[in-house]
């Protein structure tokens, strides 16, 4: 199980922010020949090929793992936060994947569960998790179904205070 220090995630988010922020236009030709540009975007994705932070990325030929494990393109699934490294077209809302990464961030036993809290919480391995209304549930109903030591894996992005914002559960 992997689970990154905040300091390691900065770089990578602040290159997502990076690449997420450039596009709109169609660049000197007006006619979308631009070459494509390469790099790493990271998000939350939904299906649909791999959609990330705005971008369809065509997933046919990627090689794609999950929690470092060789996988397809159908064992995707909305609200994994994925690292995608590709190629972005100049139109800014389509590319190519080379290689499609999601991370658990958390797998383990549910120690406790906070329903009257807002947002709401639930304890894994010591690691605070909020839960929202886009939080994306596989194989349950909702929060609400989480009892202490169920087995779960929680997908998500870390807030400055350490607590894991899940995206997938």
């Not at 450039?22 to 998000?43: F, M």
């Not at 010591?126 to 349950?140: A, E, F, K, P, R």
């Not at 929680?154 to 995206?167: I, N, P």
Request: aromatic residues 4%.
């Amino acid at each position: 199980m992997k689970t990154p220090a905040i300091g390691n995630f900065l770089p990578w988010a602040l290159l997502a922010l990076m690449l997420t922020s450039c596009g709109g236009g169609t660049g000197g030709t007006g006619s979308g020949g631009d070459a494509p540009t390469s790099g790493v975007s990271i998000g939350v994705m939904a299906k649909g090929s791999v959609i990330v932070n705005g971008v369809r990325f065509e997933d046919t030929t990627a090689n794609i793992s999950i929690d470092d494990t060789p996988k397809t393109a159908a064992d995707l699934r909305d609200g994994m936060v994925v690292h995608v490294v590709g190629t972005v077209n100049a139109d800014g809302i389509t590319g190519t994947a080379q290689r499609v990464e999601a991370q658990i961030e958390v797998r383990g036993s549910v120690t406790a569960v906070f329903p009257a809290e807002n947002p709401l919480r639930l304890v894994v391995l010591g690691q605070n998790v909020i839960v929202d209304d886009l939080t994306v549930y596989s194989n349950l109903a909702n929060f609400g179904a989480i009892v202490v030591s169920d087995l779960i894996e929680v997908h998500g992005l870390r807030d400055t205070s350490g607590r894991v914002r899940a995206t997938r559960i």
